[in-house]
């Protein structure tokens, strides 16, 4: 679903050398404004910005190389950790899931899809694409709908519940959208309304704004 993401740091060095130096990723464009990270067929965009800005994301990796890559991240970073523990498995996605944060404060989590499979050793290629993107808005109900009519099916549920985490997408590929003030899982920061932009696999886009107002534009 994940073209490309776009979002805003105060942190743009320190950034690059963490997804650069630390994930080993791609950086495939970097100027002083901002850096491309490639994630698979999908990429991250860090603007420069004077914003103090964090967003919860995820990438999918495989499900056979989950332990693997625990390990690999483990010699590179904590793992944050929920009552004792740094990984979750969720019954409803068929898939494990483990947390850290980038030095923007970034909640990225790390999904393995028990269905698909990569063999070989860890690579550059274990990071799939780009899973979830959040979006934080204080209009859960208005953005959810809009979102539906712009073709993202709700996952899940026959309605937004403005006061929860709504899964917006299908497959393994969901906006995930959440009011502010919300503590995310495997972290202790609170969910906050920032800028961002999402350009889809058929070239349409979506950008939300500091009000977490949505503005849609049908290019596909």
């Known amino acids: 679903m994940f073209k490309s993401v776009t979002f805003y740091t105060d942190k743009l060095k320190a950034l690059k050398r963490f997804y650069g130096n630390v994930l080993e990723l791609n950086i ?13 067929e999908s990429s991250i ?40 523990r740094n990984e979750v498995y969720f019954r409803s996605f068929d ?53 539906q009519d ?13 006061d929860e985490l709504n899964f917006l997408g299908k497959g393994d590929t969901f906006i995930v959208l959440v009011p502010p003030g919300r503590r995310w899982y495997f972290s202790k920061k609170i969910s906050e309304t920032h800028p961002l932009e999402i350009i889809f696999k058929d070239e349409r886009k979506i950008h939300i704004n500091e ?4 503005s849609y534009f049908n290019e596909g």
Do not use: C
Not at 50 to 66: C, D, K, L, T, V
């Open 150 to 162: 712009f073709g993202i099916p709700l996952f899940g549920s026959s309605n937004i519940v403005p």
């Open 45 to 84: 965009v860090f603007k420069q910005s004077n914003r103090n800005a964090f967003y919860h994301f995820a990438i999918n990796i495989p499900g056979n190389q989950f332990s693997m890559m625990k390990d690999w991240i483990q010699n590179r970073i904590i793992l944050n950790r929920e009552n004792g």
């Open 95 to 147: 898939a494990d899931s483990m947390y850290f944060e980038d030095p923007a404060g970034n909640v990225i989590e790390l999904i393995g899809r028990r269905k698909k499979d990569l063999f070989g050793d860890l690579s550059v290629a274990s990071f799939l694409n780009i899973s979830e993107v959040s979006i934080t808005t204080p209009n859960v109900a208005l953005v959810g709908e809009e979102l």
């Open 28 to 40: 495939v464009e970097a100027t002083n404004e901002k850096f491309t990270v490639q994630i698979g």
């Open 211 to 214: 009000e977490g107002e949505i």
